[in-house]
């Protein structure tokens, strides 16, 4: 596995870059890769399936500049921003965690992620399809896109976040995970006690990269974002 600690320029750059490190391990040109990112700026971002118009407050998205995006896996809508860690994990199939076993690489991953996260939380628990949590409040999300060889896992982990800004542009989700309970976002989501940095050293610890990630695909990055991820018919689909 090789690590990239990489925030491109744009929201839709980051979300075609994750794909794109997927579809090189697909093809051969990639393999196993940790990536790492924060964005500067604030951003919203649909899941594949997400609804903009159930999901979304476009009117406050609107009024503060804030992007709607949306990316190629499932799960949840998020925002995103200073204080708002990402993760991205490339890797292959194995005999525990097949194609079609979900639910098994969800437990892999998260495992991790939450062991990683021990000296800080040692409390967390996997809630839910894949909420990270500790004491009833969630502080990590998650997701997968899944090819024929190999998937990607990427979450969010909230490190000083400005919690009140996901109350601002996110309306309560229609499917809610049972532990929620029905609570509204500010009382149901919340920090971990550390900064990005302090994570990401962490997770780097935890996954154990054997070295930096080498070029990056520019080319597979463009062409994403020219077909899918920049495109108001894409993220507007639903």
Known sequence: MLLLDLTLAAPADDLALD????????????????RLWERPDYAVVLGAGGSLAVDVDADA??????PILRRSSGGGTVVLGPGCLLFSVVLPYTDDYGQYDIAASNRHVLGR????????????????????????????????????????????????????R???????????????????????????PADTATVRELL???????????????????????????????VQRR
Request: glycine share 10%; net charge neutral.
């Open 19 to 34: 794909e794109a490190l997927l579809l090189a391990a697909e093809d051969g040109s990639g393999g196993p890769v940790l």
């Open 61 to 66: 998205c609107r009024a503060d500049g804030v």
């Open 166 to 192: 996901v109350s601002r542009y996110l309306r309560p989700p229609e499917r809610q995970p049972a532990y929620r309970r029905d609570r509204p976002h500010e009382t149901f989501v919340t920090n971990l």
């Open 113 to 164: 992620v939450r062991d990683a996260l021990k000296p800080l939380v040692p409390d967390a628990v996997v809630e839910g399809t894949s909420d990270l949590a500790v004491s009833g409040l969630k502080f990590g999300g998650n997701a997968q896109q899944r090819k024929r060889h190999h998937f990607l896992h990427h979450g969010t982990l909230l490190c000083g976040f400005d919690l009140a």
């Open 204 to 234: 780097v610890r935890e996954w154990q990269p054997t070295g930096n990630h080498g070029p990056i695909p520019w080319g597979r990055v463009r062409e994403l974002v020219a077909e899918k991820y920049g495109r108001d018919e894409w």
